[in-house]
Nanobody, 122 residues
């Protein structure tokens, strides 16, 4: 599975962005998908995950109520809608594919995509 994230950019605090991650391959719908981020000087952080069917989602406490993960298996795409953005949300965001949502909260991958940069101005 090859993944490519896009949709990052510069947004003011309080604003919104929607990230997308497109996967190649016919097995996309069999994987749970997740979003992670890494800010400069910080460790990689789990953000959100969604099961292969879309029926189960997990979120980091820091983004609950503000971010929404979703997927469209027909388009081989997973989304991250980010609302009420804060300066501390600024990071490079990556998408990953894994066996289930629980595994993705602790062990991103085994498939990773290139990240997309989100910058939030205060």
């Amino acid at each position: 599975v090859q993944l490519q994230a896009f949709g990052g950019g510069l947004v003011q605090a309080g604003g919104s962005l929607r990230l997308s991650c497109t996967a190649s391959g016919r097995t996309f719908s069999t994987y749970a998908m997740g979003w992670f981020r890494r800010a400069p000087g910080k460790e990689r952080e789990f953000v959100a995950a969604i099961s292969w069917s879309g029926g189960t989602t997990n979120y980091a406490d820091s983004v609950k109520g503000r971010f929404t993960i979703s997927r469209d298996n027909a388009k081989n795409t997973v989304y991250l809608q980010m609302n009420s953005l804060k300066p501390e949300d600024a990071a490079v965001y990556y998408c990953a594919a894994g066996p289930n949502t629980v595994a993705l909260t602790t062990t991103p991958g085994p498939y990773w995509g290139q990240g997309t940069l989100v910058t939030v101005s205060s």
